[in-house]
């Protein structure tokens, strides 16, 4: 969307179909709405300034034609006025805050540019967490990225990811929704915690207090404590379950949490969190059930206390690990 276009809008300037097509810009995407609202907020802020400047300006001429008077007594050189436009002074008025609001963004620790520009929070090779301005808490697990805002005056806490799984501990807010974009998925809450996962092919929401709204595409579904969904990107399809276990948050905790947890489940999440390759290799290790912490620590510890809790054997080979 073309920036002088939403200024002619703001101006009420647009003809209908231009005023259609900018109310359908601003509908289509939650960042492009978001843009919108940035873009009013820096208007609304220019015209108050303008109104001042006006103000001022009036005082200032009265001031100049009082000492011009006098002057002409004095000489016949009167003094030429200089004239702006109108939308001349509204572009420099519009310059100067948004200069002024990316020079304070820029300079402002952490989070608290979020209150100008986006912030982006990126994690490597170790999780990290970060404190948001309301109190909220991410949780990233590693090569996880995302983008950060919370406009001053804007009505909606947002945060657009763009890959990985990210652990939310949101503080309520009902006046100012939290909201989780990923691809075309919006993520809607109040105030709860959750887990979001997102690779090329899936996007995966799994609730662990409180209730979460999720929007695909033109599908919605509401997640209570507990329960999850994916979403498969190929397709589009969404699939709603209750999830049975709690090793999502073995990067938040620092641990592997199984509690009657079926074997092949354990063994998945530790592929995962390790980048491993453990296989199961019989059909009765397939079908156990095992209760048990593990330290998000050495691989092999964790292995060993695996074949001890359950009698089974670890087989290290070429191409990975088996357990039966």
Known sequence: MDDQLLINYLLGETNPRETDQVKQWIAA??????????????????????????????????????????MEEKSQFTPKRIFFPDW????????????????????????????????????????????L????????????????????????????????????????NEAKPFVVTAEEMILTVLGTSFHVNQSPEMIEVIVDAGEVKVAYQDQVIFLQKDEKVTIDTASGGMEK??????LFRYYVEGKFVAESTALPELVE?????????????????????????????????????IRETLGLSIIQKENGIVVE
């Open 133 to 172: 301005l309301d109190g909220s808490v991410l949780t990233l697990n590693k090569n996880s990225s995302l983008r950060y805002s919370q406009k001053l005056l804007g009505n909606r806490r947002l945060v657009d990811l763009a890959g990985g799984e990210v652990y939310f501990e949101v503080v309520k």
């Open 29 to 70: 995407d939650l960042r492009n709405r978001a843009y919108f609202e940035q873009m009013s907020w820096v208007w609304d802020k220019s015209a108050h300034l303008l109104e001042k400047q006006e103000v001022d300006n009036n005082v200032a001429w009265s001031q100049f034609k009082d000492r011009r008077d006098r």
């Open 241 to 246: 379950e209750m999830n049975r276990d709690k």
């Open 88 to 131: 001349l002074r509204v572009a420099a008025v519009i310059t100067l805050v948004i200069l002024g609001g990316w020079l304070v963004g820029s300079y402002l620790p952490g989070p608290v540019s979020a209150l100008y520009t986006s912030v982006i929070f990126e994690s490597r090779e170790a999780t990290m967490k970060e404190i």
């Open 269 to 305: 999440a530790l592929n995962k969190a390790y980048g491993s390759k453990i296989a199961i290799g019989s059909e009765r290790a397939q079908n156990m059930l095992i209760t048990t912490t593990l330290e998000y620590g050495s691989l092999e510890k964790n292995l060993e206390v």
